[in-house]
């Protein structure tokens, strides 16, 4: 099992750009795949982006696709999420989750073991 604690969080104005943590616990964290997913009030969690353990392939909601980068230091336990041009409608708490099936970049919510407690962007319009 790994724990994971995300930062970055925050209250930013449309078209602005915040960047989010995910920092993990185990030295387990570069074998696994690893994913950002968000929940607005009312709505479903839904998937944002993935990557895998090796960084070479990521993998993007439609939605998110130009506008949001993944990454990850395996040397620093830490996979990131960089939000650019942001709109309203991305206002959610963002949670990151780690895959243990590192052969895969799933969207799915039932995929993911292990997720963090997560961190609120609001953007105001």
């Known amino acids: 099992q790994v724990q994971l604690v995300e930062s970055g969080g925050g209250l930013v104005q449309a078209g602005g750009s915040l960047r989010l943590s995910c920092a993990a616990s185990?030295?387990?964290?570069?074998?696994?795949?690893m994913g950002w997913f968000r929940q607005a009030p009312g709505k479903e969690r839904e998937f944002v982006a993935a990557?895998?353990?090796?960084?070479?392939?990521?993998y993007y909601a439609d939605s998110v696709k130009g506008r949001f980068s993944i990454s990850r230091d395996n040397a620093k336990n830490t996979v990131y999420l960089q939000m650019n041009s942001l709109k309203p409608e991305d206002t959610a708490v963002y949670c990151c989750?780690?895959?243990?099936?590192?052969?895969?970049?799933?969207?799915?919510?039932?995929?993911?073991?292990?997720w963090g407690q997560g961190t609120q962007v609001t953007v105001s319009s």
């Open positions: 185990g030295r387990t964290f570069s074998r696994y795949t």
């Open positions: 989750a780690a895959d243990r099936q590192n052969w895969r970049l799933s969207p799915k919510v039932s995929d993911y073991d292990d």
């Open positions: 990557i895998g353990w090796s960084a070479d392939n990521t």
